[in-house]
């Protein structure tokens, strides 16, 4: 193990070595003799040890000289790609500059339509060091370049091995499984302890039963170029031994992180990109084949998927954390072999002091500021100047301090590649920020910060600049939009204007949050259609500045097949006034901002139209889960969702204006039943609605989870809703006295009155006043009735013969009768801030009336 990181190092070299060197070849600026020549020379010596970096990843060195021979080889291939990339950047800035002279000689001939694919600069001379540089690293290579002798994998190991991964249990009969298994142990004896081969073949092998196949592998001249040794792995480690060589480069980087933290997809895959970890390929860009690679650690169980709670339409990509076991973070420590490093910043002299060539090694640094640095932990981290990584959290430095502090780092970490200083205290960023040429990662999320230095739109180099809830942030660099290699672009929760020329930026992925202005609203549309290869999330705010000449027939986001997650707000992080909306204006542009049909989460926020366009509910929407409608102040008629094949949650929040819910509902003359995939619903905030009709027996199959929160007009109740219902929570009805709504269909106020089918497990009744309840429902398992301020009696809880939690909170008028049992299954009640319930209980401790509870 060991030269993972270092050998994905090689392979992206290899390759620009072999751009540089076709580029030079048929270059005008032809390079000298020398330069062109040392190009070629380290390009076919870096070929050479990749095949030795890849068998060393397949074992376990515990030889010293190898890991100090790995060790070296590491320093040696950064310094390459160090060498490469400041090339790479001087062509950029060439590029950039060629551009804007271009564009200002546009701008001089007053031409208003510009075309952004300017041609790059014809001449860029090669740096006169540059062959010098390149001999230099060839020669500390070669230095290095000792033949490894490794301690080879016993027989026996690698039979199991080979067993494991090509002998099925799917094969037709014993005796054909046993005549395979003496091809295979002839097989293994070749492989000589190498597991590389035992593996390459094995898998091979694996669904190929035939015996003449594999007669061909015992019998071919493969063997001849077989010659490594090896030794067996303890468990974890033999795990960490089957994964793809690509996958353990990106598992030794997450060694990164504290043990514990969680971590999100979308961060991890952008972090790999910049370590050149992702080699992207012609079908499938480096972000996708990342995605993949995480889906397999977390097949594999090395990463495990940890469930943050939220609003239901949180962003797919954040509703689940990730996080490493701590015996699985303790191994990508191990194979990292200290080129990652987590630590507080207050022990980082301390740690140089013990092992100074040690922490040379660093490439990548999480800095825990969990106390003020002395000077001599500055002056410790200022040594690793060939850092990559920098992460930091929670800075406590003074302001003025740390702003100083910020800017000498920036003078000494030039080959920095990914740099986090997001929810720190940092009050700006300096200058100096344009010295970090080789920067591809900068997040700042969260941090109070009022501008961005002109000096960003430098950073030629950047693909990902995160500005999440950077609440003081109101506008970027007008040279933002000049950065060419920019992909992702995180702006949420932020009131960021982005300047104009966004179309430029053709890479642009993620742009998470799109702000319409007054009267630029036309241009910036443009734009918008554009960004033809967003992805992801995207959230579009002041749609109340679109007037009705925004065109139908030309929509921006209908081609926009990898937006999974989208939200249309009218009114951008406030409150919309009644009379500020136009009804029809609001609908037409409800109809020009139809999004692709692969959409799978649809958030609509302060809509300003009575009916909504037709396409929302067409059932060619099939991949849409998760739709939430949030403030519709004029809306009187809901759209027909109950077509869409797939959705799963539904919440419609905040509809002022609406009476009634009928067929409309669940789709009219279809002959699909309403809401076939429907697992949560939620009504909130519908202060007028008074009725609810038009469910038919079949809709809501799947129903699970129905909520319905402050709906004090709500009488007329579904027949056919609750089939499948297992968790009913009703809150907030308001001061109702005779007919209080879905505890009655027949005058009284008994809870037996729903339906027979109704079979809920779940039962919660939230600010309920002035009525009685009567329960009868034996399928209820858990009861909740909390904030009745004004409840008085409950009876019929004998009746709840599969009652096992009973909680009562918040209802101080409420009390039972001293007969009053609870079933015999009960086994958890809890009484809070409910007086004459809590005497009831203290008067009766005795097993007959509540015999099981704990």
Known sequence: MGGGIVSSIIMWTVDKLRALATTAASSSAEPPKEVEEELRKLQRTMLRIQAELDDSEEQDIRDKSTSIWLSELKDVAYDAQDAVEEYE?????????????????????????????????????????LASKLKEIRDRIMQTMEPLNLNILPFDKCWMLFEKLALSEGLDSSSRHNDLVDIGRKIVEKCKGLPLAVKVI???????????????????????????????????????????????????????????????ERKIVHLWMTQDLLRPSRSKQAEDIGSDYVRNLVDRSILQTKVIPGPIYLDPEEEKGLVLHDL?????????????????????????QRDGDKFHKVRHLYLVFDDRMTPRDVKALLKLKRLRTLITNGSRLNEKYCYEFIDELFHNFKYLRALDFSRTDIAGLPDSIGDLKLLRYLSIEGIEIHSLPESICSLYNLQILSLTGTLGLRELPSGIVNLPNIRHLMLSHTRIAIPRGLGKLTYLQTLDCFALGPTSWRIEIEELKGLVNLRGKLIIENLRHVDKSVPQTETPLQTKDRIEFLTLDWYEGGTCKDEDMDEHTSKQVLECFRPHPNLQRFLIHAYGGARFATWLGDSSFSKLVNIEIVVCLKCNLLPPLGQLPSLRVLAIKYFSDLQRIGREFCGIGSAIKGFPSLET??????????????????????????????????????????????????????????????????????????????????????????????????????????????????????????????????????????????????????????????????????????????
């Open 89 to 129: 950047y001087k062509v950029l800035r060439a590029e950039a500059e060629s551009r804007s002279r271009d564009d200002s000689c546009l701008k001089g001939k007053h031409v208003e339509v510009c075309d952004y694919s300017i041609s790059a600069p014809s001449r860029i001379s090669f740096p006169e060091d």
């Open 681 to 854: 619903l939620t009504f909130l905030d519908m202060e007028n609605w008074e009725q609810w009709d038009g469910v038919e027996a079949g809709d809501f199959p799947r129903l699970l989870r129905l909520r319905i929160d402050s709906c004090p007009k709500l009488r007329n109740f579904p027949q056919h809703l609750f089939f499948s219902l297992r968790k009913l929570e009703l809150t907030h009805f308001g001061d109702i006295s005779d007919d209080a709504p879905f505890i009655s269909f027949d005058d009284d106020t008994s809870v037996s009155s729903y339906p027979p089918s109704l079979v809920p497990q779940y039962l919660s009744f939230r600010g309920f006043h002035s009525f009685n309840i009567d329960v009868n429902l034996p399928s209820l398992e858990e009861l909740e009735i909390s904030r009745c301020s004004k409840l008085t009696s409950v009876t019929g809880l004998t009746n709840l013969t599969s009652l096992h939690s009973l909680i009562i909170d918040a209802c101080p008028y409420l009390q039972f009768s001293p007969t009053e049992r609870l079933s015999s299954t009960l086994q958890h009640l809890k009484i809070r801030n409910s007086p004459l319930v809590k005497q009831w209980e203290e008067a009766n401790q005795d097993a007959s009336i509540f015999p099981n509870t704990r």
């Open 328 to 352: 699985v973070h303790d191994l990508a420590q191990s194979v990292a072999q200290g080129e990652c490093l987590s630590i507080a910043a207050n022990k980082l002299a301390s740690v140089f």
């Open 202 to 264: 094995a898998r091979a092998l694996s669904f190929e039963d035939d015996e003449g196949k594999w007669m061909d592998i015992l019998e071919s001249e493969l063997w001849e170029s077989v010659d490594a040794n090896f030794e067996i792995f303890p468990a974890l480690k033999v795990s960490y031994d089957c994964l793809p060589i690509e996958l353990k480069r990106c598992f030794q980087y997450l060694s990164l992180f504290p043990k514990d933290t969680v971590l999100y």
